[in-house]
C-alpha cells in the first residue's frame, strides 16, 4: 500500500527551490523561548503568483528516542496576487515562510514540511539539543 510519506519529497536546499530551509539555534536552554524560521526559496526563489506558489509551512517535532510525533504550527500563506480584476493583479503576495517562538524541554529534531500547489510536499529537518 502506498503511503504519503512516499511522496514527501526532500532534496539539498540550496540547489532545490522547494525544500524548507529552518533557521534556529542548534542548541537551547531548557523552557526557553527561541525563534525558529522556516523559508521556502532561501537559495533559489520559488515563484510567488497565483497559478504557482507556497500554500502552507508546517513544523513537526519528535523528541529524541520517542515516536510521537508533536505539530509545532501550521502557517497558511494566502495571498498570491489573486484580485477580482484577474490573478497576479492583487496588492498582496505572501512570503513563503513563517516564523515561531517555542520552548522546548528536551532534544529532538524539528521537521518543516512546505506544500506547493504545483510540485507538492516537501520536507527538511533539523536537530536541536536542549541544555
Ligand atoms: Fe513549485
Known amino acids: 500500500m502506498e503511503r504519503l510519506s512516499d511522496f514527501v519529497k526532500t532534496a539539498d536546499w540550496a540547489k532545490e527551490k522547494h525544500v524548507p530551509v529552518m533557521d534556529c539555534p542548534d542548541s537551547v536552554q531548557a523552557g526557553q ?3 525558529v524560521s522556516a523559508c521556502v526559496g532561501k537559495e533559489v526563489p520559488h515563484p510567488n503568483t497565483t497559478e504557482h506558489h507556497i500554500d502552507w509551512i508546517a513544523l513537526h517535532f519528535v523528541p529524541a528516542g520517542e515516536k510521537n510525533v508533536y505539530e509545532v504550527g501550521r502557517f497558511f500563506l494566502n495571498a498570491h ?29 524539528l521537521f518543516a514540511t512546505s506544500y506547493c500547489n504545483i510540485h507538492g510536499l516537501w520536507e527538511s529537518a533539523k536537530q536541536i539539543t536542549v541544555q
Open 33 to 35: 523561548a527561541f525563534t
Open 81 to 109: 496576487g489573486q484580485a477580482p480584476t484577474g490573478p497576479n493583479e492583487g496588492p498582496i503576495h505572501t512570503d513563503s515562510s513563517a516564523v515561531c517562538n517555542l520552548k522546548l524541554q528536551k532534544s529532538g529534531t
